[in-house]
């Protein structure tokens, strides 16, 4: 046996790494990011402030300029606490890194998938709740929660990969039910008419987790988990210091005070969400379901095909596997109008 073979858990081995299609010539639709492109957008006044940074120094470990332009992007007033991470990711395994061993964390079926992922680098258990026509089976979910007692429920709102919000009485009485931290991941907050940002103040077990992944910022990697400043605190025990490095910060602080185009951006995702919809919906064969976040979600008996077809023609959207309760799906972001592909 190899040295790192024996070296390396056990479980690790039997894992497989993130895997992300090469995207060569294609039109990237798969990952769920915008069309928009800020830093061109804005490019003098970017490469500007992108020059002034002094790369030879640590950057703010507090992100203080950052932290103020998304305060006002996302209207969090100051009696939140903001926790930074390098992408939403991070702030998933930071979470699962406060947890003891042998605790348990849930989430829903089919849902983010970084959670269980996350869950087994950690070496905690994970539970999922199937969710019932895409959305939570609360009596199902109440019981799982009575038997495993979970530390964390993940819950994505808007849904990944299934695009809608679940009920919000029902998370209600999740939160009420519980003594686990419930986490509402609100990575598609920029699409959707809901968010549990107001409701922090009524739960001390509720933080919310957002991302600028989905609105123009993919590449800067930055996430944000919101809560009361005593939750938020404790959890910062467990940052790496400069986990966000100085090019995001200042890239970040400039471009997100540009509120009105971030909204634009995402208002017209939106409108196009309900074009294609409508313009999808007219084909027989394709199941189309509505949308609250960037991305739409369609079923056929004929995904595979689909797919293939849509490669053959240079346009990259996310399938899934044979084994997966979603094998007959596709999801495909938005983009901006541009050729029309005859199909
Ligand atoms: C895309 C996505 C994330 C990942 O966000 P990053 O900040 O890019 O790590 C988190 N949660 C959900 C539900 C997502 O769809």
Redesign the pocket.
């Known amino acids: 046996m190899s040295f790192i073979k024996s070296w390396i858990r056990k479980d690790i081995q039997d894992m497989k790494a993130y895997h992300v299609p090469e995207a060569r010539e294609l039109t990237k639709l798969d990952a ?1 990011e915008s069309p928009f492109i800020p830093n061109k957008d804005f490019e003098v006044e970017f490469i500007e402030n992108i020059t002034k940074v002094n790369i030879n120094r640590y950057p703010d470990p507090l992100a203080k300029a950052l932290a103020r332009s998304i305060r006002n992007l996302m209207d969090i007033d100051n009696s939140l606490d903001i926790l930074f991470g390098n ?3 991070e702030l998933i395994q930071l979470l699962a890194l406060a947890c003891d061993e042998g605790d348990t964390i849930l989430s829903f079926s089919p849902s ?1 998938v ?1 959670y269980e992922t996350i869950a087994k680098f950690a070496k905690l258990k994970y539970v999922d709740s199937p969710l019932q026509d895409f959305d939570i089976n609360l009596k199902e979910t109440l019981t799982l929660i009575e038997n495993h007692k979970p530390k964390i429920i993940f819950i ?1 709102y808007p849904n ?1 990969p299934t695009g809608n919000l679940f009920d919000r009485n029902k998370i209600i009485s999740i939160i009420e039910s519980t003594k686990a931290l419930v986490v509402i ?1 609100e ?2 907050f920029a699409f959707s008419n809901d968010s549990f940002l107001g409701d922090l103040k009524s739960f001390k077990n509720l933080v919310i987790l957002r ?1 600028i ?2 609105i123009s910022f ?1 590449g800067v ?1 930055l ?1 944000l988990l919101i809560g009361e400043p005593e939750t938020i605190n404790q959890f910062q025990k467990l940052r790496l210091p400069y986990n966000i490095n100085s090019l995001t910060q200042v890239t970040c602080e400039f471009l997100l005070k540009k509120k009105n185009y971030i909204l634009d951006s995402a208002k017209y995702i939106v409108s196009e969400r309900e074009r294609v919809f409508r313009a999808l919906s007219k084909i027989d064969s394709l199941k189309v379901y509505p949308s609250d976040a960037n991305f739409l979600l369609i079923k056929s008996r004929e995904a595979k095909e689909l797919n293939n077809f849509l490669l053959y023609n240079g346009i990259l959207v996310k399938s899934f596997n044979e084994t997966d309760s979603l094998k007959n799906f596709l999801e495909l972001q938005l983009e901006k109008k541009k050729r029309t592909t005859k199909c």
């Open positions: 769920m992408g939403s990711d983010f970084m994505a990944n991941d990575a598609y991302t992944s989905k993919a990697r996430g």
